[in-house]
């Protein structure tokens, strides 16, 4: 160290530098896809909290905890990121809503049910007024034919 020029020193201290910041830029993507990944799983326990309201809250208090964690330790290295907390959905909020839905979705398909059978009926109607008119035709001719027929069938027996 003391036969080293004073240029050598500052490389070293800028080598180092950026080294550590390297190792900052690693641990803080390291980290961001973790509490990622965290944030994720308690997105899918909130929206599945009607199945399994216990271990769905657990879940949300754990990500909490270890985003806590990380952010302290962000802190502790300098490493600036904003982060929110989630909160555990309530079983009685994701039923309220499930049920909400279903309300939604049934009036929906009534309406359309209601569309659906009265155009169905509109054309069982118009068929059946093409059948009728299709049979009184039939009818028509074949009471016309006999008619006439009718008197020389008789001569025929």
Request: aromatic share 2%.
């Amino acid at each position: 160290m003391l036969n080293t020029t004073p240029e050598e020193l500052n490389r070293h201290r800028v080598g180092l530098r950026t080294a550590r910041q390297n190792r900052l830029e690693l641990i803080a993507r390291s980290t961001g896809q973790l509490l990622a990944r965290l944030d994720a799983a308690a997105t899918a326990a909130n929206a599945k909290v009607l199945l399994n309201p216990t271990s769905s809250r657990s879940l949300v208090h754990s990500r909490n905890h270890v985003t806590n964690a990380v952010v302290d330790f962000h802190g502790r290295l300098g490493i600036e990121r904003l982060l929110r907390s989630v909160r555990a959905r309530a079983w009685t909020d994701a039923a309220a809503q499930a049920r909400d839905r279903a309300l939604e979705t049934g009036a929906e398909g009534v309406d359309a049910a209601w569309k659906i059978g009265k155009e169905t009926g509109g054309r069982a109607f118009s068929a059946m007024g093409r059948l009728g008119g299709s049979l009184a035709e039939r009818a028509k001719r074949q009471l016309g034919d006999g008619s006439g027929d009718g008197a020389e069938g008789g001569a025929k027996r």
